[in-house]
């Protein structure tokens, strides 16, 4: 049994953080759903931006929309969603199968949002429905100003994939959005199992601390970050408000694990996937780390639902002056900035791909 067989079986749902035109045409996606039980797929501005200005697969539709009109921004978002809705037709079956649980694809709005609650919620509502799918989220960073905008975004029937997430307390406040959202469903006499999921990214903490942290700390951040977010995700889902909520038909909010590539050197490729493996969770990676982990990766154990030895390894951390609360909203910022350096390296490749095919 491969790895990924393994872990799926396990009940982790391996996502792909990768979408290219050329992937959905030469068959490589149907290859990771049949081979490599892949069931769902997220997308960022970098991974567009490399898609579409290292391929010519785009240009034809590129001067299709051109004549169109479409310029910018609006012709990203047009590519964009031709992509996902044909990776949601794949993984169409896997979300019905599930009974929508899995099987889906994620979308993120512009990240110049991330700090405008009302102009993020209009731009959520706007791509959910010009999408039409109902196994696409709609990525909205967690943010202050994000906070608001998933509750809205959920009341209103959107699901939605939380981003930038980088600690139990992000995950916890990306929850209580999501059950304020569902409670205001319930009020309102509406059906509340609208989903959604929360993606703490790992890797990063590692890359932050590798040159500041003792050796015998070495890339045990992010894994011990995940472990207490999982452990307050299990808490959750016992607490009588969330119970409240599901014995009206709610679905939970399920933890994803993203930034899950080692960043490391010296640390095996399959890091993060061997050691964030929790059943009714999600783990996004990359080809390289999912074509990595199917060769030769190791399921190690399963993350406790009491987290572990986590507390001890974050105690470890602040020890030797390492502040967990401040490194997380500084992971967050850079976060953000970072997304909003990739959307305007995005808009250049497409005004540069435009220029050269007028």
């Not at 030469?26 to 892949?38: A, E, N, P, Q, R």
């Not at 790992?202 to 970050?225: F, Q």
């Not at 607490?239 to 010296?266: C, I, M, V, Y």
């Amino acid at each position: 049994m491969k790895a990924t067989q393994a872990l799926h079986k396990l009940g982790q749902s391996l996502w792909i953080d990768d979408i290219t035109r050329d992937m959905l045409d030469s068959g490589t996606l149907k290859k990771y759903i049949d081979d490599f039980s892949v069931t769902g797929l997220t997308s960022n501005p970098t991974i567009f931006d490399n898609a579409i200005a290292k391929s010519d697969s785009y240009d034809p539709e590129i001067k299709h929309l051109m004549n169109a009109g479409f310029t910018g921004e609006a012709l990203f978002f047009e590519l964009a969603l031709q992509d996902l809705s044909r990776a949601a037709d794949f993984f169409l079956p896997i979300h019905e199968r599930t009974v929508t649980v899995d099987g889906f694809v994620s979308l993120e709005v512009s990240p110049l949002l991330a700090y405008d609650t009302k102009a993020t919620v209009d731009e959520a509502k706007r791509l959910y429905a010009r999408a039409h799918k109902p196994n696409l989220f709609i990525k909205i960073p967690g943010t202050k100003e994000g906070l608001p905008a998933i509750e809205e975004a959920i009341f209103s029937g959107v699901t939605v994939n939380v981003t930038l997430l980088f600690s139990a307390d992000d995950c916890n406040a990306a929850a209580d959005a999501y059950m304020k959202g569902l409670e205001r469903r319930v009020a309102a006499g509406l059906e509340p199992d609208v989903r959604s999921v929360a993606s703490i990214f790992i890797s990063r903490w590692d890359k932050a601390v590798m040159d500041k942290a003792p050796e015998t700390l070495r890339d045990k951040l992010g894994i011990a970050v995940a472990h207490q977010a999982y452990r307050d995700y299990r808490a959750m889902l016992n607490s009588d408000r969330w119970q409240r909520l599901e014995s009206h038909g709610a679905r939970p909010q399920r933890l994803l694990f993203a930034s899950t590539s080692t960043k490391d050197p010296r640390a095996a490729d399959t890091l993060y996937i061997s050691a964030l493996a929790a059943p009714n969770t999600v783990n996004t990676m990359p080809d390289k780390t999912l074509l990595a982990f199917a060769d030769h990766g190791k399921l190690e154990g399963v993350l406790s639902p009491d987290g572990g030895d986590c507390e001890e390894v974050l105690a470890a951390y602040e020890k030797v002056g390492i502040s967990i609360a401040a490194l997380a909203a500084q992971l967050q910022k850079e976060g953000a900035a970072s997304f909003v350096s990739s959307w305007q390296d995005l808009l250049k490749s497409i005004e540069t791909k435009t220029e050269a095919l007028k």
